[in-house]
């Protein structure tokens, strides 16, 4: 296993608290001061563009998984399993690796704008007074402990989307802990890729809307005076989309360019290689452990532009209009990768190389279809809920091609991450 690499709070929790949604004129809301309510979730980070293939708000009707966590268990002789009591208003600092997610475990919340979230079976805030019978609490394992202060008790949610039921045949997230109700600590979990490894070349395509625009919020140290639980959720894939510029123009026409030719026609871009299929997290701490594996990939292409023209589509040049760019028309959802810039297009291969690759088929002024091949960037490491266009800008008679954090789509203000393609 390779690429460890720690977040300070990757998936960053909302302060500010949602309004909740019922439907007019529909039954009451449930009461979020007895018991557990969600409201409105949120996405933390937006797009101005709605079909760039990430959300810029929480998907309609959409489904998301909750572990909830709030009593740890006391440790008598080595035995953990009686609960302590006294630990309902312990941070969650001090208590995470004595929880069990007793409150909820993957428990799945619908989202509606109609009627807000909703799941099965409504569970009630611990209380004051007898534990017996206690929403949450075992009657074996309650015996006559009686709560006080339990307006001072401090819960812990993690929720990740989408949620899947054991029914469907791809589960992006297996979850090894917790393994069941009776295992203590914070969600580990992996997430993989839509995508089997192993493939013995790279002509399979790949299909990018199969990967979902996985996301999660955490919300620590929750009191229930404080109403509804509200989380703000957080990429965990990163984009990749792809703009063509033609800069170039013939020296006859005042430009500086070399080719023969001025207008640029573009018949294809594909994106090939080996790319990462799962990452382990880790969400014990504050600090989010996050771990690749570079065994576990697989390989194809990208269709990333097809032209509907059998000769190519033009991206001519005209300074007056600014019409030079083929803007792009998706964002490929892929793993970020590790830190050590080997970026979302896999490790490098046993000959030391990195497989890959930029393809562009084109054809510049009246010259012959050609493919430029050009190979991955040495050194680029993306990260997670960051939008990143390649600019594959023609130059004279070349292709240069950069890619950076787009600035202009509120991903993530002031990125400068910049890489060329050699």
Known sequence: MEGLRRFSRLFAVSAALLAGCTKEGGPEAPDATRSVVFGVPGVSVETRAATDGFYDRFPEGGSFGVFGYCLAQEVIDGNKNKINFSSGSSPWGSKNELCRPRVFNNVEVTYTAAAGCVYDSPVKWYRDGAAQGQTGIAADEAGDGVLSGTDDYLYSFFAYYPYAGQEVSYRPFAFTRPA?????????????????????????????????????????????????????????????????????????????????????????????????????????????????????????????????????????????????????????????????????????????????????????????????????????????????????????????????????????EGSDDEVSFQ
Do not use: C
């Not at 089997?196 to 005076?225: C, I, Q, W």
């Not at 998706?330 to 810039?341: E, F, H, M, Q, S």
């Not at 009246?366 to 493919?371: I, L, P, R, V, Y």
């Open 180 to 412: 069941s109700d009776a295992d203590a600590g914070a969600p580990k979990f992996s997430f993989s890729m839509p995508f089997e490894g192993g493939a013995a070349d790279f002509s399979g395509k790949l299909d990018e809307t199969k990967t979902p625009d996985a996301m999660f919020a955490v919300d620590y140290n929750h009191r229930k005076t404080e109403g509804q639980v509200s989380f703000s959720f957080s990429h965990l894939l990163t984009g990749l989309g792809f703009r063509v510029n033609n800069y170039s123009q013939t020296a006859e026409s005042g430009g500086t360019g070399s080719g023969a030719g001025k207008d640029l026609y573009i018949y294809s871009i594909r994106l090939t290689g080996d790319f990462y299929r799962s990452v382990s997290v880790d969400l014990s701490n504050a600090d989010v452990a996050v771990e690749y594996d570079a065994k576990d990939v697989y390989r194809g292409y990208y269709l990333v532009y097809e032209s509907e023209e059998p000769d190519g589509t033009l991206v001519t040049w005209d300074a007056s209009e600014g019409k030079n760019t083929l803007a792009p028309t998706k964002y490929i959802r892929l793993l970020p990768g590790n830190d050590a810039g080997q970026g979302y297009l896999g490790p490098v291969g046993s000959d030391g190389k990195y497989n890959g690759k930029l393809l562009v088929e084109y054809r510049f002024g009246d010259g012959k279809k050609k493919t430029e091949e050009l190979t991955r960037p040495g050194s680029f490491a993306p990260r997670s809920g960051v939008r990143y266009t390649a600019q594959i800008n023609w130059v004279g008679d070349a292709f240069v091609v950069m890619v950076q954090g787009d600035n202009d789509e509120v991903w993530e």
